[in-house]
C-alpha cells in the first residue's frame, strides 16, 4: 500500500503562481496530479514517470510543469499563470504502471482556489 501525502495549494490571485507537493510512502514508478472542478468530472493533469518522461493536458500547457524528485519520491506541479478556471480540488495520484482512475493511489486533495 502507497500513501501519498500532499502540500501546497490556497488562493491566489489570477495570473499568480503555486506550487503543489506530494511524497510517496515508497518509489513507485509512475506519478501525477488530477483535479476536480466543482460540477465537473475529475481529469488528469499531468504525469511524469520515474525516468521523467512528462505529459500534460493541453489547457495547461506552458503554464503548468510536472517534475519529480526521485529521491524524495516526491512530485510537484507548479503552476503558473493561473486562471480562475483553475479553481479545483487537485490530487495526487500515483501507480506502478500507468494512471487509470481505478488502480490509482490517491493524495487527500488539495484545493486551489484562482480569484480576485
Known amino acids: 500500500q502507497v500513501q501519498l501525502v500532499e502540500s501546497g495549494g490556497g488562493l491566489v490571485q489570477p495570473g499568480g503562481s503555486l506550487r503543489l507537493s506530494c511524497t510517496a510512502s515508497l518509489s513507485i514508478h509512475v506519478m501525477g496530479w488530477y483535479r476536480q472542478a466543482p460540477g465537473k468530472q475529475r481529469e488528469l493533469v499531468g504525469s511524469i514517470t520515474g525516468g521523467g518522461s512528462t505529459s500534460v493536458i493541453d489547457s495547461v500547457k506552458g503554464r503548468f510543469t510536472v517534475s519529480r524528485d526521485n529521491a524524495k519520491n516526491t512530485v510537484y506541479l507548479q503552476m503558473d499563470s493561473l486562471k480562475p478556471e483553475d479553481t479545483a480540488v487537485y490530487y495526487c495520484?500515483?501507480?506502478?504502471?500507468?494512471?487509470?482512475?481505478?488502480?490509482?493511489?490517491w493524495g487527500q486533495g488539495t484545493q486551489v482556489t484562482v480569484s480576485s
Open positions: 495520484a500515483a501507480n506502478q504502471l500507468f494512471l487509470r482512475a481505478s488502480t490509482n493511489y
